[in-house]
């Protein structure tokens, strides 16, 4: 069974102190890694995209990491509207390609 | 380009009842999931249908159904409304073999 693991849960920062969220996951052959944000009662709007271990990429102050294990999600000198929930979900390959979610982290940046 | 749309986005009703709610998928996109999430919680699989025909089933039990139409619209049904279904309910589409999934904005159903 696939398995996504968000840590930390929360997450309170000062604008402009840089920190990064951790997406540990279990999966029989990783077709893609998806990361997303969340704003408070509205739907997961998509970030990014990653497939294989090595692989990296960039939106404005965030960027993403993939390893064999794990994913990465790094905010550099965050600002108060990266406030939200970013999630986490991973698409197996040979199957449903149905993504399994993590329960995300809460991020609250302080001005 | 419109992404997808869900209606109604706020709903209230009472343990016992029933209710249907909407989506309209991304264009260009022919396979539509629904997921639950409750407050706290990341979403949870409900049923994935593509081709009008349910492909995919989360762990959830027969009060909750769903219908696909042939322009790709989608429905989920949800009979004897318990306190517990109260949630977000998101709808997502993509293609069939496509990569990530397209997020509407939910619908908030509230269980009193």
């Known amino acids: 069974e696939d398995q996504v693991t968000q840590s930390p849960e929360a997450l309170r920062l000062q604008e402009g102190e840089s920190s990064s969220l951790n997406c540990s996951y279990t999966?029989?052959?990783?077709?893609?890694l998806f990361w997303y944000r969340q704003d408070p009662g509205k739907g997961p709007e998509f970030l990014f995209t990653?497939?294989?271990a090595g692989e990296e990429k960039e939106k404005e102050r965030l960027k993403a990491t993939l390893t064999k294990k794990e994913s990465f999600l790094h905010i550099t000198a965050p600002k108060p509207e990266d406030s939200a929930t970013y999630l986490c979900a991973v698409q197996a390959r040979g199957g449903s390609y149905i993504p399994t979610f993590g329960r995300g982290t809460s991020l609250i940046v302080h001005p | 380009d419109a992404g997808v749309t869900q209606s109604p986005t706020h709903l209230i009703k009472t343990r016992g009842q029933q209710v249907t709610l909407r989506c309209s998928p991304k264009?260009?996109?022919?396979?539509v999931s629904w997921y639950q999430q409750a407050l706290g919680q990341g979403p949870q699989f409900i049923f994935q249908y593509y081709e009008e025909e349910e492909r995919q089933r989360g762990n959830f039990p027969d009060r909750f159904s769903g219908h696909q139409f042939p322009n790709y619209s989608s429905e989920l049904n949800v009979n004897a409304l318990l306190l517990g279904d109260s949630a977000l309910y998101l709808c997502?589409?993509?293609?069939?073999?496509?990569?990530?999934?397209?997020f509407g904005s939910g619908t908030r159903l509230t269980v009193v």
């Open positions: 990653l497939y294989s």
């Open positions: 997502a589409s993509s293609r069939m073999e496509g990569y990530g999934y397209t």
């Open positions: 999966v029989s052959g990783l077709r893609g």
């Open positions: 264009s260009g996109h022919d396979t």
